[in-house]
């Protein structure tokens, strides 16, 4: 099941107080970025978010999950609470790296 444009505008508008949010589908799922950072991965309308040392201790009673098949194992975010969604997500915004840049082909 893909996820939904509800439920990312949803997303979105829970996190925006994070920085500028911008979302992008990308095989019938979406990935949200931060500041141009990929934070959340929204997988059948579940927000995912990489499990990091820098949020462990506010994600200890948060579910996990895996986004997709070979996925690493990621905290379930509950974007219900915007409070702390923002703070997850400025969190990670501030530690996680940008995207690397995709060399084009001539």
Do not use: W
């Not at 999950?65 to 905290?75: L, N, Q, R, S, V």
Request: hydrophobic share 40%.
């Amino acid at each position: 099941m893909a996820c939904s444009l509800d439920f990312i505008e949803f997303v979105s508008s829970q996190i925006a107080a994070a920085g500028t949010v911008r979302c992008r589908k990308m095989f019938g799922e979406y990935m949200v970025y931060v500041d141009e950072k990929p934070v959340i991965i929204v997988c059948d309308n579940i927000p995912y978010v990489k499990e990091h040392e820098a949020i462990k201790s506010m994600m200890l009673s948060a579910e996990r999950g895996f986004p997709y098949e070979g996925a690493k194992e990621h905290y379930v975010l509950d974007v219900s609470r915007s409070d702390f969604a923002v703070k997850v997500v400025k969190i990670l915004a501030e530690v996680l790296p940008y995207p690397k840049s995709r060399k084009k082909n001539k």
